[in-house]
């Protein structure tokens, strides 16, 4: 069983930066997936960023946004910068055990994992 944790949402005006963390405690796998997924009111939830191998970003926020890690902490980032008032949702980290260190599901049903949220709103 693995534990998460978010913390690090707030409110900012548009085009402030903001780091999105994530604490994992319990049992951890060193290939496991992390990924960051974002629902706004109203809204599915979606994919933003995953991390294994290497890193994968959804188009929307490729080049502001950045998914990083400390193994040795268990703790998962999300470096957002130049937000935009549409960046505004609860962010949720999740994590995949297994697998090939390289595959990232963009599908959050493929998560075993979820944290409670941190809520992210940008002001216009």
């Known amino acids: 069983q693995v534990q998460l944790v978010e913390s690090g949402g707030r409110l900012v005006q548009a085009g402030a930066s903001l780091r999105l963390s994530c604490a994992a405690s319990?049992?951890?796998?060193?290939?496991?997936?992390m990924g960051w997924f974002r629902q706004a009111p109203g809204k599915e939830r979606e994919f933003v960023a995953g991390?294994?191998?290497?890193?994968q970003y959804a188009d929307s926020v490729k080049g502001r946004f950045t998914i990083s890690r400390d193994s040795a902490k268990k703790t998962g980032y999300l470096q957002m910068n130049s937000l935009k008032p549409e960046d505004t949702a609860t962010y949720y980290c999740?994590?995949?055990?297994?697998?090939?260190?390289?595959?990232?599901?963009?599908?959050?049903?493929?998560?075993?994992?979820w944290g409670q949220g941190t809520q992210v709103t940008v002001s216009s």
């Open positions: 991390i294994v191998g290497r890193t």
């Open positions: 319990g049992r951890t796998y060193s290939n496991y997936v």
């Open positions: 999740a994590a995949k055990s297994g697998g090939d260190n390289w595959y990232i599901p963009s599908n959050a049903a493929e998560y075993d994992y």
